[in-house]
């Protein structure tokens, strides 16, 4: 039996993981979660844990509005609060330590019509403070591994599922609405909420390092996404290429207008190869995973 310790509360991925570490491994892991928004988190001892889970963290913002003051605060929490966590963790014998990276270590989507695939041998290159703020924490928690202290990052693309919070929700609430969708031919990775906890389950209980680029088996297209949407919540939606012009407009218009339309139909995704190991995780299908976030 293994301890997790969560640090960051209220989050989703650090939730959703206590619920299905709970559902599926409750005899192999146990999890407590501690508050990380005062420094009363400082006090506490870690030592009776085995595994420490950092999840707390500020998402992603409009990079491109924001003042000086609120950039520092990405890096005080993204960054300097992950390091520091981990430092303690490691002072006080944690085996394992756990981080939440992101895909936007790679910078932003292609842009509508241009392709972006990702491999082992791609250098991140953060295209924004958001995106430099976890590469910080990215590289500055693997350069603690030791023989003693295992790192364990992950580097995930758009995380999904149901009470997720991000880009699905407005993806699912124009699937509910729109009756026509242009047909772009896309591609994403994206990783369904179940299919990350159970690779943390599995990383967990190995207590295995490294850098990983967990996604679904599937890869995924934008259309294709809000058909399965739509179809699930009884509203079809009819998808087109007689529109596919109006997003090659959009796309290249200056401004927000571009940029939803190159976030919307962009393509980022991870090559499968790098995603498969010595275990399964990738439990649930796409088209399933769609009808678990929609019930």
């Given at each position: 039996?293994?301890?997790?310790?969560?640090?960051?509360?209220?989050?989703?991925?650090?939730?959703?993981?206590?619920?299905?570490?709970?559902?599926?491994?409750?005899?192999?892991?146990?999890?407590?979660?501690?508050?990380?928004?005062?420094?009363?988190?400082?006090?506490t001892?870690?030592?009776?844990?085995?595994?420490?889970?950092?999840?707390?963290?500020?998402?992603h913002?409009?990079?491109?509005?924001?003042?000086?003051?609120?950039?520092?605060?990405?890096?005080?929490?993204?960054?300097?609060?992950?390091?520091?966590?981990?430092?303690?963790?490691?002072?006080?014998?944690?085996?394992?330590?756990?981080?939440?990276?992101?895909?936007?270590?790679?910078?932003?989507?292609?842009?509508?019509?241009?392709?972006?695939?990702?491999?082992?041998?791609?250098?991140?290159?953060?295209?924004?403070?958001?995106?430099?703020?976890?590469?910080?924490?990215?590289?500055?928690i693997?350069?603690?591994?030791?023989?003693?202290?295992?790192?364990?990052?992950?580097?995930?693309?758009?995380?999904?599922?149901?009470?997720?919070?991000?880009?699905?929700?407005t993806?699912?609430?124009?699937?509910?609405?729109?009756?026509?969708?242009?047909?772009?031919?896309?591609?994403?990775?994206?990783?369904?909420?179940?299919?990350?906890?159970?690779?943390?389950?599995?990383?967990?209980?190995?207590?295995?390092?490294?850098?990983?680029?967990?996604?679904?088996?599937?890869?995924?297209?934008?259309?294709?996404?809000?058909?399965?949407?739509?179809?699930?919540?009884?509203?079809?939606?009819?998808?087109?290429?007689a529109?596919?012009?109006?997003?090659?407009?959009?796309?290249?218009?200056?401004?927000?207008?571009?940029?939803?339309?190159?976030?919307a139909?962009?393509?980022?995704?991870?090559?499968?190869?790098?995603?498969r190991?010595?275990?399964?995780?990738?439990?649930?299908?796409?088209?399933?995973?769609?009808?678990?976030?929609?019930?």
């Amino acid at each position: 039996m293994k301890k997790v310790l969560i640090t960051g509360a209220n989050s989703y991925i650090g939730m959703s993981f206590e619920k299905y570490a709970q559902a599926h491994y409750a005899s192999e892991l146990t999890v407590d979660t501690i508050d990380m928004i005062d420094g009363s988190w400082r006090k506490t001892n870690f030592s009776p844990y085995d595994i420490v889970f950092h999840v707390a963290g500020i998402a992603h913002a409009d990079v491109g509005n924001v003042s000086e003051e609120t950039k520092k605060k990405y890096y005080a929490i993204n960054t300097d609060l992950a390091i520091e966590t981990a430092k303690k963790a490691k002072a006080e014998g944690i085996k394992q330590f756990v981080f939440m990276s992101s895909a936007i270590v790679y910078g932003d989507s292609a842009p509508y019509g241009v392709k972006k695939r990702i491999t082992k041998d791609t250098e991140p290159s953060p295209a924004n403070f958001y995106g430099d703020s976890k590469w910080q924490a990215d590289k500055g928690i693997r350069e603690l591994e030791s023989s003693s202290f295992t790192t364990t990052v992950l580097r995930p693309p758009m995380i999904y599922g149901k009470g997720s919070k991000g880009n699905y929700p407005t993806l699912a609430s124009m699937a509910k609405k729109l009756p026509i969708f242009p047909n772009v031919e896309n591609e994403r990775s994206m990783l369904y909420i179940e299919n990350l906890c159970e690779f943390l389950c599995q990383v967990m209980i190995r207590g295995e390092g490294g850098i990983f680029w967990p996604q679904n088996a599937e890869y995924t297209r934008t259309s294709d996404m809000v058909r399965m949407i739509g179809d699930v919540c009884g509203h079809k939606v009819r998808v087109s290429k007689a529109w596919n012009w109006a997003v090659g407009l959009a796309s290249k218009c200056p401004g927000k207008v571009s940029g939803l339309a190159n976030k919307a139909f962009g393509n980022m995704s991870y090559d499968q190869r790098m995603s498969r190991y010595d275990f399964d995780y990738q439990v649930v299908g796409l088209e399933e995973s769609i009808k678990r976030t929609e019930a």
